[in-house]
């Protein structure tokens, strides 16, 4: 019987557990069945950006959280886990057959997006096939022979026949080494980061579309915590610029100028200048660290007679005299 395929191992478990929260919980909140989020826990199904910050929001942890390192404990669990499942796909036959399905691709002259595309596959599940890598579904089977004009039967004649005739040694032996070189940590082969071997790539990946919610209202100013503990999607102009953090405004300091349903977009790599519209903080930025709180407010920013940079809000009206002004970058409604 095919497993499934490990694709994205995870903290969730153990973080849920650590909360006390039971499965069905986390899946009511996120709005997944209970079925989807057992998938997502053994790593055997992928979460899309949305998903992934729910669910970090639901747990209350951070999106670093998520992601496993080599250095945590479970990590030893699912390398074993993917190793015995690679020494299965071996003694299954897998690699003999990928082998010999890359033979009759490159026999066909198709790239192997073209052979993904005919055979109705992504080009990451068709190559993973054909690095033994993968099982091969009930239901995939008939498309994949048909795309090379074969029907089953003579799918496997040919690729047993290839074999026989030693045709494919060297490349299964190519494969092998392929493979190895994921599992051996500091292989260069592999151009792996294995400071975090799970989870630098994916989270890196992750973290580009995302931006740190550092400050949400609270009384008349704006409570300011350098954390990325709360995280929302990035607008596309920004995403990727790591200096960007959100704040939720305080709408009735600005007299209704930013609507409550708004998020407002500072960027920390650029000072405030006058007559733009700033995030000002009470603190020096730099010296924050993520346990540290103050207090900030969105103001527009001024200058005195003396030519000094103060900033200005409504209602009440207020002068700010901040440590540190970030320009307003972007403001997007929810």
């Keep these: ?15 849920r557990l650590a909360n006390g929260m039971k499965m069905t919980e986390l899946a009511r909140q ?19 950006q949305k998903q992934l910050l729910n669910i970090c929001n639901i747990l209350g942890c951070k999106l670093s959280d998520i992601f496993i390192k080599e250095s945590d404990e479970v990590a ?24 010999g399905l890359r033979k009759i691709r490159q026999q066909s002259g198709k790239t192997i997006a073209q052979a993904a595309k005919d055979a109705g ?16 579904y009930e239901n995939e ?17 040919k ?23 994921v599992l051996v940590p500091g292989n260069p082969m592999s151009g792996i980061d294995h400071s975090s071997l799970f989870g630098a ?47 939720k405004p305080n709408p009735k300091r600005l007299g209704g100028f930013i609507p409550e349903n708004a998020y407002v977009f500072a960027d920390s790599d650029t000072p405030a200048s006058v007559g733009d519209l700033a995030v000002c903080i009470d603190a020096d930025f730099a010296t924050l660290d993520s346990n540290d709180t103050v207090n ?34 972007m403001i997007v409604m929810e």
């Design 1 to 15: 019987m095919a497993q499934e395929e490990i694709i994205f191992p995870n903290n969730i478990r153990n973080i």
């Design 296 to 329: 900030a407010q969105i103001a527009s920013v001024r200058s005195d007679a003396k030519g000094r940079v103060y900033g200005q809000i409504s209602s009440p009206e207020e002068k700010i005299i901040a440590k540190t002004m970030h320009r307003v970058v």
């Design 159 to 181: 690729i047993a026949t290839l074999y026989k005739s030693g045709e494919l040694n060297k490349q299964i032996s190519k494969v092998k080494e392929r493979v190895k070189s």
């Design 201 to 247: 790539k994916l989270y890196d990946s992750a973290r580009k579309k995302l931006v740190p919610v550092f400050g949400v209202p609270s009384g008349k100013s704006i409570a300011f915590k350098k954390s990325d503990k709360n995280m929302i999607v990035a607008p596309m102009p920004l995403e990727g610029h790591k200096g960007i953090y959100a704040v």
């Design 30 to 48: 996120s709005n997944l069945s209970l079925s989807a989020v057992s998938k997502i826990e053994k790593g055997v199904r992928r979460l899309n």
């Design 141 to 157: 089977i008939e498309p994949l022979a048909k795309s090379f004009s074969y029907t089953v039967e003579e799918l496997f004649d």
């Design 121 to 136: 596959m992504t080009l990451s599940v068709y190559h993973k096939i054909e690095v033994g890598q993968r099982e091969i």
């Design 76 to 99: 030893g669990q699912w390398q074993n886990e993917i190793k015995r499942r690679l020494n299965d796909n071996e003694d299954s036959g897998l690699k003999i057959f990928g082998s």
